[in-house]
T-cell receptor
Framework: GQQLNQSPQSMFIQEGEDVSMNCTSS?????WLWYKQEPGEGPVLLIA?????ELTSNGRLTAQFGITRKDSFLNISASIPSDVGIYFCAGQLGSGGSNYKLTFGKGTLLTVNP | GAGVSQSPRYKVAKRGQDVALRCDPI?????LFWYQQALGQGPEFLTY????????KSGLPSDRFFAERPEGSVSTLKIQRTQQEDSAVYLCASSLVQGVTYEQYFGPGTRLTVT
């Protein structure tokens, strides 16, 4: 099935550093979401973006919905050890019915060294 | 509970056995989705329910996969005659679908291992 292009695949950083990851698609999406998944758990919603160009923050996390509606990025500032996990972007067409289904990227594995 | 729950959390099946995976969505959530997550991959869509109606099953990999939500709440994903390639984490998500908010909330998943 279709998956979004997410990069980088993995990151190893020192505590306190900032992190940036992005997601691109050949298709337009009307909603972009960012999830974090920890081992043995389901994805947890971090940020949802609904308008092209929108910039939204959630604590140390900031995400933007690309103006072309084909990309999004996520920044994490001043990383801490509990930021460790796999970060997934997901696109959603919306506008009714099963257009609410999510198309996911392959994930970015983040490791933070204390 | 407040979140989506799934059971069992882990299931080991011998090839050829049938399995049933249960999802309890967040109370009042209209939409329910099943996803399959292979090792090292992002989740992939399987099927979608709005209340009790299964509106999209285009992601089900074969006719061995069957899902139901008879009363518009709890859902069951059934896999008949399991094969090794069915080994994956099966995730359930629910959504309120109100206004322009279509955020999906995931359960912890059921890890299925077919031996």
């Amino acid at each position: 099935g279709q998956q979004l292009n997410q990069s980088p695949q993995s990151m190893f950083i020192q505590e306190g550093e900032d992190v940036s990851m992005n997601c691109t698609s050949s298709s337009i999406f009307n909603t972009w979401l960012w999830y974090k998944q920890e081992p043995g758990e389901g994805p947890v919603l971090l940020i949802a973006l609904y308008k092209a160009g929108e910039l939204t923050s959630n604590g140390r996390l900031t995400a933007q919905f690309g103006i072309t509606r084909k990309d999004s990025f996520l920044n994490i500032s001043a990383s801490i050890p509990s930021d460790v996990g796999i970060y997934f972007c997901a696109g959603q067409l919306g506008s009714g019915g099963s257009n609410y289904k999510l198309t996911f990227g392959k994930g970015t594995l983040l490791t933070v060294n204390p | 509970g407040a979140g989506v729950s799934q059971s069992p959390r882990y299931k080991v099946a011998k090839r050829g056995q049938d399995v049933a995976l249960r999802c309890d969505p967040i109370s009042g959530h209209v939409s329910l989705f099943w996803y399959q997550q292979a090792l090292g991959q992002g989740p992939e869509f399987l099927t979608y329910f709005q209340n009790e109606a299964q509106l999209d099953k285009s992601g089900l990999p074969s006719d061995r996969f069957f899902a139901e939500r008879p009363e518009g709440s709890v859902s069951t994903l059934k896999i008949q005659r399991t094969q090794q390639e069915d080994s994956a984490v099966y995730l359930c998500a629910s959504s309120l679908v109100q206004g322009v908010t279509y955020e999906q909330y995931f359960g912890p998943g059921t890890r299925l291992t077919v031996t």
